[in-house]
């Protein structure tokens, strides 16, 4: 056997066991924006409440999250927990949105609607898998979704098309992202 390969003695570990997980994010359409910081305490090996802060493209966004982990397993001889987690939470910004890059790549800025506000609230979701090495190490990785919730909040500056005068439609009421983030728990 292998220095790594001797089981770990005792019971099997949790992710409480290291209760405070600090972790970088990077991503589209994640709690925190395209990159930002969490922070959250885990209450149980299978609950975590925290909350996250980082920065859209236009402005600081973030909010707190409950992150469940339904599925754990650990490996003794790796030193490894993994989980399946659901995140659930409360992501509050700026919007200046004008259809994503799609649609800046295919239209003239004239030709794009423009929906503005200074504050949104997205109900966010985050599904993915959690790595937490016991020596603290961790990495998730997942596909995130994010639900409008104040639509009325948002401002439209319609495209001016030549036929058909000023047109504007609603704003994106939900979003697909994925995201990908590595920390240290304490």
């Not at 609950?47 to 992150?67: F, S």
């Not at 800046?104 to 937490?132: C, H, I, K, N």
Request: proline share 8%; aromatic share 10%; with cysteine.
């Amino acid at each position: 056997m292998l220095p790594d390969e001797v089981p770990l003695p005792g019971p099997r570990p949790e992710f409480s066991d290291r209760p405070i997980h600090l972790m970088a994010v990077l991503g589209l359409g994640s709690l925190v924006g395209f990159v930002g910081v969490t922070g959250g305490y885990s209450v149980h090996d299978r609950v975590e409440l925290g909350g996250g802060v980082g920065y859209n493209g236009e402005g600081v966004m973030g909010g707190p999250y409950v992150r469940l982990r339904p599925l754990v397993s650990a490996n003794q001889y790796s030193h490894t927990l993994h989980a399946f987690a659901v995140d659930v939470g409360l992501s509050m910004g700026r919007l200046d949105y004008d259809g994503g890059p799609i649609t800046r790549m295919t239209f003239m800025p004239e030709e794009r609607t423009r929906y503005r506000s200074d504050f949104v609230a997205w109900l966010q979701t985050e599904l993915g898998w959690e790595m937490l090495k016991v020596e603290g190490f961790s990495m998730r990785a997942g596909y995130s979704g994010s639900l409008l919730l104040n639509e009325g909040n948002v401002d439209c500056e319609p495209a001016a098309l030549p036929d058909e005068g000023q047109v504007c439609g609603h704003p994106p009421k939900f979003l697909l992202g994925v995201f990908f983030s590595m920390g240290y728990a304490l």
